[in-house]
């Protein structure tokens, strides 16, 4: 079993960064692939994110140059940076834990992102 708490949302000016953090507990998250979601109003949820295991990452089109995804295996973390937040960017933004093992997703409660001015 993995448990992700994620941190770091909150009110930006478009134009501004946030740091979002997911922290996983009861698991070493050193062999899953981990991501950031996201679920705007009225849309379905999207990947935004991905990194796998070894390090490589994939990206939404719309957010390539300004997102960055990072992850801390010591220390159970995975983050995203977002720069040049737009009003387009607000959502619910989650993180999740893909066990190629298990064929299992987790999943965290997720953390509100709202730009704008």
């Known amino acids: 079993q993995v448990q992700l708490v994620e941190s770091g949302g909150g009110l930006v000016q478009p134009g501004g960064s946030l740091r979002l953090s997911c922290k996983a507990d009861g698991s070493i998250i050193e062999i899953y692939t981990m991501a950031w979601y996201r679920q705007a109003p009225g849309k379905q949820r999207e990947p935004v994110a991905i990194i796998t295991s070894g390090g490589s990452t994939w990206y939404l089109d719309s957010v390539k140059g300004r997102f960055t995804i990072s992850r801390d295996n010591a220390k159970n973390l995975v983050d995203l940076q977002m720069n040049s937040l737009k009003p387009e960017d607000t959502a619910v933004y989650s993180c999740?834990?893909?066990?190629?093992?298990?064929?299992?997703?987790?999943w965290g409660q997720g953390t509100q992102v709202t730009v704008s001015s």
């Open positions: 999740n834990a893909y066990s190629p093992q298990l064929d299992t997703h987790y």
